[in-house]
């Protein structure tokens, strides 16, 4: 399995992962073992679908990152979400069904508990032409991925609640799918300039988090409406809105007082928001490298702004450089990357391309295809590093922890003290 660009693609490629309809996400443009022809490359280049996952023998053991069913049901969600949004829009009164968005979460949710070797997000499975749809159901994805992972610190941070219940994620994720839904609430220009300058400080656009709760408070859980409110709260009280106070003049929250679903959803926008910065709609999307992005957050992680924690999570669930994509290193050499380790995530295991045009170059089924080179450790090396991915150079985006616990999900601080991460928890 090759996660290779759109435009590398030529005849005779097969597919190992489907490639869903842009403008139809519940649809599948192409099955995966489809076979590529001229047509089918030039629809997907007609419909802006990006990068494409394409089948290779050698490295076929790494199609254990990837579900199909996982993609579908990413789609399914899309797909929900566009009609959600669409209402909206015509009419800030219509109607939600919170229990058709429970069953949406809680059948991703199921199926990536269902294939745990495929919680990882290895890029966009939508390229979908509406940007708030894509946004909002990669916040989504990401917020469920990591919330399996941080079991024990959902229980340390919803004390006031049994085991079972602070593990339910349910809630979160229609927080996550809905958490941006004031933003069709807000006049275009207000949308147009923060699209043009991504100034957060902007009143109006602010105002788009609690328009966003009024449009779902009553309608979907307490919790999940408390999300989408809070969802640009930050953990050192800069944040917003401004919660009025008993004594003293209002403030944002800040630390503990934020729900954790809020802190999680707010990791995956930010992170999400670097990886596809603010276009307008039609626009060519223009995406930053995975690792610049991890970077990006992370600074804010530094800088007080998240919840170090989750953050760990984030890195346990998006490689930098994603198994199975191209890299170019420091020295000039070709690789795939083959494995990866998130407490040290600039520093992926790979496998030397010795011809990269005749490593992509299509084969009949029954051709050997090339031998791959020697494996390359990058933990184990000092004098070489990834200074080409996704299409882009990356040397002066790689970034490592300033201490051993730093990105280490084992140690989740639980109750005041360091502790290992507890079972998976449960989608229900």
Known sequence: MLRISVDNAVPRMTLALPVLHPEKPEHLLLKPGAELDMPAIEKMREMGVRR????????DFLLRYASPRI????????SRLAGCFDAVATDTHADLEFTDYASTVRSFAQAILDEPNAAVFLGDILDSGAPLVAHSSNVCYLSLLMALKLDGYLISERPLIGARRAQNVENLGVGA?????????????????????RDETDPRWQKHAALGFDTVRGKV???????????????????????PRIMGPPRPLAGGEIHVFARIIAVADVFDRFRNPP?????????????RALRQTLALVRAGKLDPVVFKALLAVVPAFAPGS????????S??????????????VVQIVPDTEDFLR???????????????????RRDVSVALAEGEHVGADSFHARNAREFDLRYQFVGGVFAGALPSAAAG
Not at 71 to 78: D, L
Not at 179 to 187: F, K, N
Not at 326 to 333: A, E, I, P
Not at 335 to 348: I, K, L, Q
Request: net charge neutral; charged share 20%.
């Open 52 to 59: 494409i996952w394409i089948r290779y023998p050698p490295t």
């Open 71 to 78: 993609i579908a049901e990413h789609g399914r969600m899309a």
């Open 177 to 197: 799918m809905l958490h941006d839904v004031g933003m069709l609430r807000l006049a275009p220009e207000v949308v147009a300039d923060w699209e043009r300058t």
């Open 221 to 243: 859980a307490p919790t999940a409406a408390a999300a989408v409110l809070h969802h640009h709260q930050r953990m050192d009280g800069t944040g917003f809105p401004k919660r």
């Open 279 to 291: 276009r307008p709609a039609g626009a060519p999307s223009q995406r930053v490298p995975t690792v």
């Open 326 to 333: 191209l890299v170019g290193l420091s020295d000039g050499t």
């Open 335 to 348: 690789c795939v990357v083959v494995s990866w380790d998130p407490t040290r995530p600039c520093e992926p």
């Open 362 to 380: 299509p084969r009949a089924p029954a051709d050997d295809p090339p031998r791959l080179g020697h494996v390359i450790d990058l933990r184990n």
